[in-house]
């Protein structure tokens, strides 16, 4: 029970605190736009069962999977859309360290 709770606080603090490091002057813009990433989880709507504590997201749900993830890296190499890219892999490594702990 605790482990979905705290995964989802990890979604908004963890991107804050990049934020905090990475964009000073501009932090709060910038944590929101990091924040605002986890939307990439609106793929979970696809799914069957819509939810499952015990299903690993990454290689699972279609924007999670591994064929996209150089896409995430290519959006966070290009200045343009940094944050978005940031946010997306900040996201889908949170996911893995959740998979890890459900083995």
């Known amino acids: 029970m605790l482990r979905p709770i705290l995964h ?5 603090g963890v ?7 990475g964009w000073r002057r501009t932090w709060l813009r910038a944590w929101l736009i990091l924040a605002l990433t986890n939307l990439v989880d609106l793929d979970h709507l696809v799914a069957d069962p819509l939810f499952d504590p015990n299903r690993c997201s990454i290689g699972f ?12 890296v290519a959006l966070a190499i290009w200045p343009k859309t940094r944050l978005i890219g940031v946010g997306l892999l900040i996201h889908m490594a949170l996911d893995a360290i959740d998979c890890a702990f459900m083995r």
């Open 8 to 12: 989802g606080l990890l979604h908004f």
């Open 15 to 21: 991107p804050g605190l990049v934020a905090r490091l």
């Open 61 to 72: 749900h279609p924007l999670h999977s591994w064929p996209i993830q150089p896409l995430w």
